[in-house]
């Protein structure tokens, strides 16, 4: 009954390669986000889907793609993956865009580039 | 820009004591506030949050207070235990309270 899953955990891979990373919700919420982590556990938002619209994006080298095709899924797309790459990424997700409004995250997907 | 910091990297206490965990934002629009937990190898678990039209609000075991005078946010732990050990991230809604901006966490370790 996992709330925010991410598939997968762990993605190890080269550099210049592209990956993808999946996250679903069954909160029945309605906005959802991506944030990256870097090794100082500094968390930065990414992009926020409302409704399967980009609402949030943020400087991000457009290596990075977001796709929402529903609700309760948005994926993130990495072409051309760089070292500085290298962190955990966490998916989460929000009744809505309005106050009182707590994320709530998966369990991030640790991405390693050699 | 906005900031959000906090005082401490890491704070160590001994099990049973109770914890206070401080952070500093910069934006005075700055309108909701959110403390969240994060274990090992596992996402932020959110704790509680506080609205900028409150100065203290209590949960289990934890309570949020808020000055906005000086734009200080802490969170106090009673009775800390050896599952508590976390590091602990204090966030505030920016412009667009969806839109949340992370402090740099603080590492808090249980002594037994």
């Known amino acids: 009954d996992t709330a925010v899953s991410q598939t997968p955990k762990y993605l190890v891979t080269q550099m210049g390669n592209d990956k993808s990373i999946k996250c679903e919700q069954n909160l029945g919420h309605d906005t959802m986000y991506w944030y990256k982590q870097d090794s100082k556990k500094f968390l930065k938002i990414m992009f926020s889907y409302n409704n399967k619209e980009l609402i949030i994006n943020e400087t991000v080298p457009n290596r990075f793609s977001p796709k929402s095709p529903d609700k309760a899924h948005l994926n993130l797309h990495i072409n051309s993956l760089e070292l500085g790459d290298s962190a955990v990424y966490f998916c989460?997700?929000?009744?809505?865009?309005?106050?009182?409004?707590?994320?709530?995250f998966g369990d991030g997907t640790r991405l390693s580039i050699l | 820009g906005e900031s959000v910091g906090l005082h401490l990297p890491t704070l160590s206490v001994q099990e049973g004591d109770n914890s206070i965990i401080n952070c500093a934002y910069s934006n005075s629009a700055s309108d909701y506030f959110i403390w969240y937990k994060q274990e090992s190898g596992k996402g932020p678990q959110f704790i509680i949050d506080?609205?900028?039209?409150?100065d203290k609000r209590q949960g289990q075991r934890v309570t949020v207070l808020l000055n906005k005078t000086v734009k200080h946010l802490s969170l106090q732990i009673a009775a800390t235990q050896p599952g508590d050990s976390a590091v602990y991230f204090c966030?505030?809604?920016?412009?667009?309270?969806?839109?949340?901006?992370f402090g740099s966490g603080t590492r808090l370790l249980v002594r037994p």
């Open positions: 989460a997700s929000s009744r809505g865009t309005g106050p009182n409004q707590p994320q709530h």
């Open positions: 506080i609205r900028s039209n409150m």
């Open positions: 966030a505030t809604g920016g412009d667009s309270s969806y839109k949340l901006i």
